[in-house]
Structures are given as C-alpha cells and as structure tokens.
C-alpha cells in the first residue's frame, strides 16, 4: 500500500469543502497514509501540480473536488504511471458515482487507503493548433454546454446543482440551437446538441448512456435530434425520471472516434467551458489507473 500521495485541492471551492477535506485527511493519516495537500492557484494549476508530482514519483494523485479538478489532474497524469485519487468534493460528482467512491470523507479517505486500482479509459479533443484536451466522463456540445459556458460560478457555489437548473431556463429562449453535424465512425448524424460520454450518467445519478463505462474502450454518442424550446424542455423532464435514452428523438450509439462540426457552437468537457466546434474526439494514447472502492 503506497503510503505517500499528493491531494490537489482548489481553495476557491469554499469553507465547506475545506472543511470536508480536513476531515478525510485526519482519518488517512490514522491509517499511516502520508498526504501531502497543494492549493491550486489558477486554470490548469492543478495539471502542472500532478505532472510534477508524476515525475518525482509520486504513487498516488488526488484530486479533491468535481470532474473539472479530476479531469485536470488526469491530464497531468496522462502517460504516467501515478494513479489518479478522487475526493468527490464537487456539485455533480458524475465520476465518483459511475465507480462507487462514496462522497462521504471517511469511506472516501478509505478507499484511497486500501489503493485498489483500474483501468480508466479517458477520452481527447482535438482542435487544429490547440493542445489536446483530456477528459474523463464526457464531452458536449450544443445546449448543455451553452448553459455550461454562461454558468455563473459565483451561483454555484451558493446553491450548487440549482444554479443549473436556474441556468437552463435562462438559456431555453435565448439559444438558437443551431444544427451540429457528427460524423461518427465515418457515419454522418445532424442533431441539435450532442453528449460523447464515457460513462452511464449525466448531471449526478441521471441516467444518459445505460450500457457505458469510463472503464472500457471507446465511447456512447447521445444524439438530440429535435431543436427549440420545447424540446430541449422534454428532455429535461423525461432527465430525472430516466426516461431520457427511450426518449423519442434521442438516439445514443456506440463510437471509437467523433467528429463534431458547427461552427461557433459551445463546448463543454467533464463540466467545464472550453471552446467551440469544430472537434475531434479520440481515446486517450494509453489508459491511467484510477483508485476505486
């Protein structure tokens, strides 16, 4: 059992979440762990802070908070043979849920303390003249990710998963859901907005893609072929119920590659803005450990 580990940690996250940290971090040095904790100070701090740690050896990189700080740091861990920790201290946790590594600090810490490990299979975007993008759970464009590029951070840190919803219905009447051409495994799709997800869920315990997992190769590609407000209001409601992949008009297929073109159309990776269209998606290089209950 490793017992030295680096905890990524970003302090604009809140009290609260400090709070819980602290926790978790009291309960792995009873059990001989050796944490060592690293505040992150800017975007893509916390991947500099897990590829340094990976090149002085570090067995064990943690990353305490949501998707956006796991997906960082499994991009500074891409190639490497440190494994990648979760402390699921985020709003959505969608990760943490899809492998069973519970939120609550003490199993958390737990877990990380036992070490057992598997293979995650991250997904890359690519865009001509940019650095690849890493990401873990899933990767959107259209809709979703407009109210992912207009989310007031601010918000949600006060209300958490409210601030999407309140998101989401400021953005119904303003977006023009423009049409979004995917060309997956060659074959060509039209949706109005698109999700490429490596995993089952969406949003925290929603179900998207029922025959997922972040832990096998390739990729389900969630198509919303219908357009307008009323539209993206149904497949809101049918979200919770887990109606949404029967849903009429919503069709998810099996991918190991996708091209998604549009231009000027928002794109959100693992919760967090980043660009427009066009972008290609591919597997990573090589797979990453990840510690699991």
Known sequence: MPTRMLI???PAAGARRRRRLLAALDLMRGV???PEVADTTHRGHAAALARDAAIAGVPVVVAAGGDGTIAEVADGLAGSDTALGVLPLGTANVLALELGIPRAPAQAAGVLAMGRTALLHPGVARRAGE???LFVQMLGAGFDAAVVHNLSTSLKRAIGKGAYVWQTLREMPRYGFPPIRAVIDGRVEDAAS???TKGRLY???FMLAPGADPRAEGFHVA???DAGVLAAMRYGAALPLGLLPRLRGVEVLRARSVRLEGNGIPVQADGDATGCLPVT???APRPMRIVVP
Do not use: C, S
């Open 194 to 196: 698109v999700i490429v």
């Open 203 to 205: 949003a925290g315990r």
């Open 32 to 34: 001989g762990l050796r």
């Open 281 to 283: 998606i591919e597997a």
């Open 223 to 225: 198509l919303f072929r």
């Open 8 to 10: 990524v940690f970003n």
């Open 131 to 133: 650095r690849d993008l």
